[in-house]
């Protein structure tokens, strides 16, 4: 950035719209070649505006389309590229091109429709399958816990290690004390002696989140998680298109868009305090878990 203030300093021009360019800074970029009257200036915003776009930085790509280049059309579809519909009604009927309404405004509102209709629509399928199989393996650590948590077997377990039934209770401490032949008192000198090869092996395990095993509870509920903080994520975004279809006479679409989110919402609230709950570690003991928090959605509520 010092080169690019110096070569502006310094009168150079080129040098300064370069090094503006190459940077991204594209408001001095375009304060440098606008005094300078360049002549390339409508290629340098194009080429400029091209770049903020592929960023998906498309307001700041609508106002050079505007302000260097008057290309209204363009930045009516970079703003709602950007999802600000608003703004792109806003911009087309202060330009006197109320056309753009319908050639531009309203098929990029039914694209989005679309999209977000899917995206909703796979949310929701992710989250059934993934509770249920939640629940499967939930269940499964109640018949088996062993297979559950991984753990060594009688076929590979070391001589010194005793896995014979017992009628003690399956608590953190006496199902840890069952498949390892130690106590929780002993647990740190266990670990201490537990290789990096098998520490390296239970990593990848937990990473790929091996099948049938806690690796892979552990896996679906931090999926889990991200579908939630996916769907607070979109929130501002499909109320915003929810407003904008209605304004642009298509209730039905924004009516049904919206019931969609609501419902998933619903899905997601029912779901959270089922799958964050404590949970056994290798060691068998409880460790909490960060419940995510489910935010009400505040839609439109003439549709």
Not at 178 to 184: P, V
Not at 220 to 239: A, K, M, P, Q, Y
């Amino acid at each position: 950035m010092i080169a690019d203030v110096a070569y502006e300093f310094l009168d150079e021009t080129a040098l300064a719209i370069e090094s503006y360019q190459n940077a991204g800074q594209w408001e001095e970029c375009l304060f440098v070649a606008t005094r300078a009257q360049e002549s390339d200036l409508p290629s340098l915003a194009a080429s400029l505006a091209e770049t903020l776009t592929e960023q998906k930085l498309h307001h700041k790509a609508a106002t050079i389309y505007l302000s260097y280049l008057s290309d209204v059309p363009a930045a009516a579809t970079a703003l709602c590229a950007g999802t600000h519909y608003s703004e792109a009604m806003r911009t087309v009927v202060l330009h006197n091109q109320p056309t753009l309404l319908t050639s531009i405004i309203d098929p990029a509102l039914t694209e989005a429709f679309a999209s977000s209709s899917s995206l909703l629509a796979e949310c929701r399928g992710q989250l059934k399958a993934q509770t249920s199989r939640i629940a499967e393996l939930r269940e499964k650590a109640t018949i088996d816990p062993l297979a559950y948590l991984d753990v060594v077997t009688e076929a590979d377990a070391p001589d010194n290690v005793s896995l014979a039934p017992t009628n003690a209770s399956t608590s953190g401490a006496s199902l840890f004390t069952r498949y390892t032949g130690a106590s929780l008192g002993t647990a740190q000198t266990g670990e201490t002696r537990k290789t990096s090869k098998n520490r390296r092996k239970d990593e990848r395990k937990r990473a790929r989140g091996k099948k049938g095993s806690v690796y892979e509870e552990e896996y679906l509920v931090n999926s889990v998680r991200r579908l939630v903080e996916r769907v607070d994520s979109i929130r501002g975004e499909t109320t915003g298109l929810v407003e904008a279809m209605f304004r642009r006479g298509m209730r039905e679409s924004a009516g049904a868009l919206q019931q969609a989110m609501v419902e998933l919402l619903e899905m997601i609230k029912e779901a959270v305090p089922v799958i964050f709950v404590p949970h056994l570690t290798e060691g068998g003991q409880a460790v909490r878990v960060e419940v995510p928090v489910v935010r009400e959605f505040e839609g439109l509520s003439l549709v």
